[in-house]
């Protein structure tokens, strides 16, 4: 009954009941390490991936991966059940979430220019393709003549839309010929394929494009992107499962693929290699097209209001960090607070991502980053402390995050409860909790900073979009000498944020409370 009610409740109301547009607004990404950059560094790379993703999916499929891990204890597996093979299928009022049999799933999507393409990867024993056949069918539809313009003219435009606009123009496209039979061919699909223009790009514009670019089929559980150069990132629809999730299977992937890249196929293998690519058509009526102009008007406008900035920041990392007695992500965390209060003048509502897949069927909990010792320090800077007491002020705070996130994760939060109490009495009929009409309690859910953190040696950058109109998206990662972080906010927001007034105060932030734990060191019991 708890696994059936917490999915129910938890997982389905959160994502597939919004409304709102997976881009920017649920999607998140990650921007990978560079793996090979020379001569069709584009095909190789893509094939190096796939052949990872696919030894990965059949070590989900014969249950031979080994558990992930939380505090050396293992999680919940579920989610990975859920990864591949799965496609968000937009219709109003609430989207569906299908994940087909393995027998059903045999076949990689594949965008490049808004056109789709198939291909076969695991036969009928489901049994995977060599990786010279991999490559002999990426290196096929790569050097197909597609045009850029097309991605305003592809169906794939119509998954940026809202869920309502988007679930009745796919029902209006199922009823037309064949388009049903390839719908299902794409939602099928082990993972989607994007193969973009683009190279030797920024961060940030390799980031921007990972966040909110076009050929992308973003109801899609699984979409690798690759772009000219070789550079490669994902984009993951959010309503089967989590970052937590997602990080492991890109993390071992990418370590497979640093310790046996693609880098050439064997003559005599790519010529018994099979070319399995057949291009996908979608029949398009009046609707349908009409409602893609629109679409195409509707996503620009959102690229156009997305700020996003990244943040290298290379003084110190976790190993330095652990050396001043203290948690990094606590660091991280009340660097946060104390960038937001020095520009706005107040402490924002803030929501850190915590993992609950220690728990049957696990998602997440809410970890509430501002805390009362956070507070008394911001405002003990501001008010111009001195170094010893703002150390103490500084390493009270830290305790006190550490203590909230052990309990977070340790089933003790309570945003997520309240939630699925209130949607629990809204589906039966009963009044609304009397916390849910108080002024603070919404005020609370007004979240400001939404932050989460994903560290990996394969990930240089993760992020995603403002979860309100007037807040910050931030994503961070803590590697052991360093820190990354991507912060976003949108263009309209009426506190007059700006993302790079955010990020230099973070950056500031973090060095001063390198002089203060540096300088005064933890004291020791009598």
């Not at 607004?25 to 921007?31: A, E, G, I, K, V």
């Not at 409602?291 to 620009?300: D, S, Y």
Request: hydrophobic content about 35%.
């Amino acid at each position: 009954i708890r696994d059936r009610y917490q999915r129910r409740v938890r997982g389905d109301d959160m994502y597939l009941n919004g409304r709102w547009p997976l881009p920017v607004n649920s999607n998140p990404f990650f921007l990978l390490a560079s793996i090979y950059q020379g001569e069709n560094a584009q095909a190789y790379n893509a094939t190096t991936m796939l052949s990872g993703t696919l030894d990965f999916v059949l070590k989900v499929r014969d249950q031979s991966l080994e558990p992930d891990l939380i505090e050396k204890q293992p999680a919940d597996m579920f989610q990975h059940t859920q990864q591949f093979g799965t496609g968000r299928i937009a219709r109003r009022n609430r989207c569906i979430v299908h994940t087909a049999a393995p027998s059903k799933s045999n076949n990689v999507v594949v965008l490049k220019d808004g056109a789709f393409f198939s291909f076969t990867v695991f036969d009928e024993q489901g049994k995977r393709v060599s990786d010279e056949e991999l490559f002999k069918n990426l290196d096929y539809i790569a050097r197909q003549p597609t045009s850029p313009s097309n991605v305003d003219q592809s169906v794939a435009i119509l998954t940026t839309e809202d869920r309502d606009v988007w679930g009745d123009l796919r029902v209006k496209l199922e009823s037309i010929g064949d388009n049903k039979k390839t719908l299902e061919l794409i939602d099928s699909a082990v993972i989607a394929i994007s193969l973009d223009r683009g190279r030797n790009l920024s961060h940030k514009a390799y980031s921007e494009a990972l966040l909110h670019g076009k050929n992308r089929w973003y109801d899609k559980s699984v979409s690798l992107v690759v772009f000219e150069d070789g550079q490669m990132g994902y984009n993951f629809e959010h309503s089967w499962g989590d970052g937590h999730t997602y990080l492991r299977y890109v993390g071992d992937v990418f370590t497979q693929a640093k310790k046996k890249p693609f880098t050439g196929p064997q003559d005599a293998a790519l010529q018994k290699a099979k070319l399995t690519v057949k291009p996908l058509q979608l029949e398009l009526n009046p609707d349908i097209k009409s409602g893609i102009q629109a679409a195409v008007k509707k996503f620009n406008t959102l690229q156009n209001e997305v700020s996003l900035t990244t943040l290298d920041f290379s003084h110190f990392g976790k190993e330095e960090i652990k050396a001043w007695k203290v948690s990094p992500d606590a660091v991280c965390q009340l660097s946060y607070q104390n960038a937001f209060n020095f520009i706005h003048n107040f402490v924002a509502p803030t929501y850190e991502s915590g993992n609950t897949k220690s728990f049957l069927r696990g998602r997440t909990e809410t970890i509430r980053s501002a805390t009362p010792a956070s507070t008394a320090l911001v405002k003990a800077v501001v008010k111009g402390s001195s170094d010893p007491e703002l150390a103490q002020l500084l390493r009270d705070a830290a305790a006190a995050h550490s203590a909230v996130v052990k309990e977070s994760l340790s089933g003790f939060g309570w945003d997520r409860h309240i939630f699925s109490m209130r949607n629990l009495n809204a589906k039966l009929g009963r009044p609304a909790l009397s916390i849910c009409n108080d002024p603070n309690y919404q005020q609370m859910l007004n979240i400001l900073l939404s932050t989460s953190t994903l560290s990996s040696d394969a990930c240089t950058k993760f992020g995603f979009g403002a979860v309100t109109t007037d807040g910050y998206g931030i994503g961070y990662g803590i590697n052991d000498h360093s820190l990354h972080f991507t912060i976003t906010n949108f263009k309209s927001n009426q506190i007059q944020g700006d993302v790079n007034l955010l990020s230099s105060a973070i950056n500031d932030s973090l060095l001063r409370f390198k002089s203060l734990l540096s300088a005064h060191p933890a004291r020791t019991p009598a």
